[in-house]
């Protein structure tokens, strides 16, 4: 396992971090101000549950369509020109919605338009945010630096719905967009100035379309990745319930004001940063996955105090301990997910680990609204409680990942192959078979041994895999894989990471001492 920094704050070290870091933390107050502002509003606009959850579902949503497609962005152009372009989007359409609410135009379907907007930015951007951290600081700063990217957020979280409470009381909820669009503009300023080294490409960058289908291939073969995504799926499907049903908690049930609802949220930032300086502590003792059990556990015993307790000063330490057991699922799950893929799929790969976040999401704000709008808030609570409850059964089966940076550097092992003169490179498929002479007392393991192989090609690119046995030859062993094109197969030899190597040298262990294996790269035909 990679060995912790020396302190947890020895990532601010590195200026570039630091100042992104205390900028995302100046937007993310935004963000929260906005969360505030807009859930309020609607509560204004409309006494609907369905409209009310709907601000949160629209602020989801986009991450379910548009994740995959940014994520191969943020891998393929540079990430610094790409986020500002985004960062000032963010910051028209929270000017647009601050300008629309202060002149008293603003309507409920023009607000969930408008959050969708800004639903929109968030997809586009968080892969190439997210992606940037392993840039920024050395790889034994890493599990530091995503600790204090999760503290920054959650300071954010506990001053922003403070603040949104008192402008929401003393202006009205125009002046949390209008801030809210003044912080886009800290991150911008950073980005800007920021010179970003970029080592230069050996080969031609990835076409959009062919770098989404090489990500989507890797997560389906990753079973570290599927084992973040479920365990995603089964903690913030049944937690999303708290979030997007508070505000009508609050203004329904409790008959409390902006500043109770800001006084809530804020309670779950404080406690976030309380789990944050103690999940250190906790660390040696408990597993990843024991401690997400754990948190998770706690969580739907918040949800189901959401449901009955109606006194507010009750619900502050019931919001304080939601904010220490969120952090540490969205703590552990983050960790897991950046340090189980390597640098040339992160963005993807993490687009779909954000697209899973932000889908469930959607979906249980949906589901929890409907059912408070038909039945009763108290009964959509409890189902969310029971569907985190059998979330943690989960654990069993899907074991968070623990992967050592230094798995997932590039091997560089494999020969350069040669094309034939007069070749187009983009050309293809390309299929590659390996012929293995194995004995036949080790032909079971052996093939044991290939389905770890069949992964790690599907993994770096390879859209068919086979294993067959020679017929007049049983001791011959044929494996064939396909990539796209000769350029996606040059791909691949760049992406075997030292991890992989091993999985390849587990398998040879089993050819005949003294016969080498046979390599063959066959090219679909090409008019000359």
């Known amino acids: 396992m990679t060995p912790p920094a020396t302190s947890p704050w020895s990532p601010l070290r590195h200026a570039t971090f630091r100042w992104l870091w205390l900028a995302s933390i100046a937007s993310n107050i935004g963000t929260w101000m906005h969360e505030v502002g807009a859930g309020w509003l609607m509560t204004s606009l409309s006494a609907s549950p369905m409209h009310v959850a709907l601000v949160q579902v629209a602020g989801s949503a986009p991450m379910f369509f548009l994740a995959l497609p940014a994520g191969a962005m943020a891998d393929i152009v540079d990430r610094r020109r790409y986020l500002l372009r985004v960062q000032l989007w963010m910051a028209l359409v929270a000017m647009g919605l601050a300008l629309l609410t202060l002149i008293g135009l603003i309507t409920a379907p ?15 951007m968080m892969p ?6 392993p840039e920024l600081v050395d790889k ?10 999760s503290v920054g957020v959650n300071v954010a979280r506990a001053v922003g719905p403070a603040i949104a409470g008192v402008l929401v009381s003393l202006s009205g909820p125009w002046a949390t967009f209008a801030l809210n669009a003044l912080s886009f503009f800290a991150v911008i300023a950073v980005l800007f100035f920021w010179h970003r080294e970029v080592a230069p490409a050996v080969l031609p960058a990835e076409r959009l379309f062919g770098a989404i289908r090489a990500g989507w291939r890797h997560s389906r073969a990753s079973k570290p990745l599927q084992a973040v995504m479920v365990r995603a799926l089964a903690f913030f499907f049944g937690a999303s319930a708290g979030m997007s049903l508070l505000p009508l908690i609050v203004r329904t049930e409790l008959a409390g004001s902006a500043t109770d609802f800001g006084l809530l949220l804020g309670s779950v930032g404080v406690g976030a940063i309380a789990g944050a300086m103690l999940l250190p502590r906790l660390r040696p003792y408990i597993r990843a996955d024991w401690m997400v059990a754990l948190a998770s556990l706690v969580y739907a015993l918040v949800i189901v105090a959401l449901a009955f307790v109606r006194d507010l000063y009750l619900l502050i330490p019931v919001m304080l301990l939601s904010g220490s057991a969120w952090i540490a699922v969205l703590s552990n799950l983050q960790v897991a997910a950046q340090t189980s893929v390597p640098s040339w799929v992160r963005a993807r790969a993490l687009s779909v680990y954000i697209l899973v976040f932000f889908g469930s999401m959607a979906a249980g704000g949906m589901l929890w609204g409907f059912i408070a709008s038909h039945s009763s808030i108290p009964l959509a609570l409890c189902a969310a409680a029971a569907a985190l409850l059998l979330g943690v059964g989960t654990t069993v089966w899907f074991k968070l990942p623990i992967t050592e940076a230094e ?7 494999w020969p350069v192959p040669v094309l034939i003169a007069g070749h187009d490179p983009d050309h293809g498929p390309v299929m590659v078979t390996l012929e293995y002479d194995i004995a036949p007392e080790h032909w079971l393991a052996f093939q044991a041994a290939m389905v770890d ?70 090219l679909s035909g090409q008019a000359g």
Not at 113 to 119: A, I, K, N, Q, R
Not at 128 to 133: N, V
Request: charged letters at 20%; zero cysteines.
């Open 140 to 149: 034994t700063e890493l599990p530091a630096a995503i600790a204090l990217s």
């Open 110 to 124: 023009l607000l969930l338009l408008l959050t969708l907007g800004m639903g929109i930015g968030t997809a586009l």
């Open 407 to 413: 798995d997932l550097a590039p091997s560089l092992h």
């Open 128 to 133: 190439a945010w997210s992606a940037l951290t």
């Open 453 to 522: 192989v069949q992964r790690m090609r599907q993994r770096n690119g390879s859209f068919s895999w086979g294993l067959m046995q020679d017929t007049e030859n049983p001791r011959r062993w044929s494996e064939f894989f396909f990539d796209e094109s000769w350029l996606e197969h040059l791909r691949h030899h760049n992406r075997v990471t030292r991890a992989e190597q091993r999985i390849e040298a587990r398998a040879r262990r089993y050819q005949t001492e003294g016969i080498a294996i046979q390599i063959h790269h066959l």
